[in-house]
Each structure stands twice: as C-alpha cells, then as structure tokens.
C-alpha cells in the first residue's frame, strides 16, 4: 500500500510495497508513482488517476506491469482509492499493489537463470513481429532449418507449447520489451 498526493508522488508506504518494489523508502518517497511502474502503465493509469481527480469514481482496478527494482519487472493488480479531502475533491490517493508473483528472496533474479544467446535474441524479436521461418532465414542469412532449431529450443527453454506462447511467455518474464514496437529483447537477457 503506499499513499500518494494529488500529483502522484508517493508520500508514505508500507513495508510490503517496497518489497514489492524492490527498493528502500529513501528512494521511493517523494518520487511519482510511475517511477515503480513499467513504462507501459503510462498509458493506462492516468486516465484513472484523472476520473478519481474530478470525481467521477472513488476507487479503480486496473493490472499493470511494475519494476523490482531498476531492471526486473512483474505483473500485479492494483486498485486507487481517492481519499477526500474538504469538499468533494480528491486530496489524495490510496493504492493497493497485489503482484502475482511473491519475490522468492534468496532467488537468483531471472537474468541470470534464462539467458538467449545474440542469434536467439534476434529470432524471438523476429518471432514477435510475425515474421516467418523464410523471412527470418533470410534476414539472418540462416537456412529454415536452422532457424526452427533455434525457435525449438526457445520453446523448450521457456516451456512454451507454440510461436505464439514464446512470445507471450517472453513478454510476461520480460524478456521482451513492453510499449515499443518492434519488440526488442531486453539486453540483461542476451549473453
């Protein structure tokens, strides 16, 4: 839970949201809420942010992706709670952060656990855009074969049944980045 101002910046919060967050008061307070949000939530969040402001609702829910951290990311539920001030204008905000995952603390982060080697890099970017096993073979001067052996072992490697699974099983361990189009592998996951 963290209490933020009328401008978003987080005054105060519990000891579970920096967990979360994966960084100490010292360096959360006073910074905008967005500053613990991925760059993705951007686009989301201020248009409920803005309904609680002028009134129009007193709480929303929304799923957003969020950084542990300065360079991991998870998905969570959070949920703005105006609080009134005098009058009926919203002073304050309070958000609730529910992440899917709980942050397993002796845990080895996942950059260090999945790693993708350049070439791999650049077909599962490939994969992601829609390319195909043609277009990929001759973007990377590679034979089709070549290019399903690498597209078969990322799916073992990230347990993934289908094309379409990798990429969304990239996107949600992100490896992938989320917001920019193409999609580019994140460099912490490329040896």
């Not at 992601?128 to 078969?152: I, N």
Request: proline share 6%.
């Amino acid at each position: 839970m963290a209490s933020l101002d009328a401008g978003l910046k987080i005054e105060a919060a519990n000891a579970d949201f920096f967990r979360h967050v994966g960084r100490p008061s010292d360096e959360i307070c006073g910074r905008s809420f967005y500053d613990v949000l991925h760059p993705s939530a951007r686009n989301i969040l201020p248009r409920h942010f803005t309904h609680l402001s002028d009134g129009h609702g007193s709480r929303f829910v929304e799923r957003v992706v969020a950084m542990r951290g300065h360079d991991r990311v998870f998905s969570a539920e959070i949920t703005g709670i105006a609080v009134k001030g005098e009058g009926d204008d919203a002073s304050k905000v309070v958000v609730l952060m529910s992440p899917d995952d709980e942050p397993a603390e002796a845990a080895a982060p996942p950059a260090k656990t999945l790693m993708l080697s350049a070439l791999d890099a650049r077909i599962l970017e490939g994969v992601a855009t829609g390319a195909s096993t043609v277009q990929l073979a001759t973007r990377l001067y590679l034979s089709r074969q070549g290019v399903e052996y690498h597209v078969g072992v990322m799916l073992r490697r990230f347990k993934a049944p289908n094309r379409a699974a990798l990429v969304s099983r990239a996107y949600s361990m992100g490896v992938l980045t989320v917001g920019s189009w193409p999609p580019r592998a994140v460099p912490d996951f490329v040896k």
